[in-house]
């Protein structure tokens, strides 16, 4: 029976790399997240400059026309911010994906030495396997050859 004498480690090391491509998910839909609220922003933004703009054509008070400034002010503000959020969360999903295939590449090689351990045992099993039956047949071939024989 083929024992892998590395199995514990193989086992921890797919474990690992499991937890990685969890982490690498969860950071990847937060990025996307937040990717979605700035393309939420912009638009908010760009329907606010294009109401103001129509506003701007007919009367439009200096109050009304500071509220709006204002506002947009603060969603450029959000921006900004949601930019500096997107930066950093892609510099993680960066080292996420490297711990990743760091994981992967280790759990890979053990693998690999795992698939050599087993072609080596069979190899040795069926040259066992041969040995066995050549024996066997020297034996029979013996016997046969000593119950034949003159007396």
Known sequence: MFNFKLQTV????KQLEEKQMLEFAVTEKRLNCEKETLR??????????SRLEKMGEGKL???DASTYLSYISRIKDEENQKEDVICQIG????EKRAELVDASKKKRILE????????EYKV??????RKELDEAGIFRAGARGRGSGVR
């Open 10 to 13: 193989l086992d921890y090391r």
């Open 40 to 49: 939420k922003l912009r638009r908010k933004k760009g329907d606010l400059i």
């Open 61 to 63: 008070s200096a109050a």
């Open 91 to 94: 510099k993680e999903l960066k």
């Open 112 to 119: 690999i030495l795992k698939e050599k351990s087993l072609k």
């Open 124 to 129: 040795s099993w069926i040259n066992r396997e």
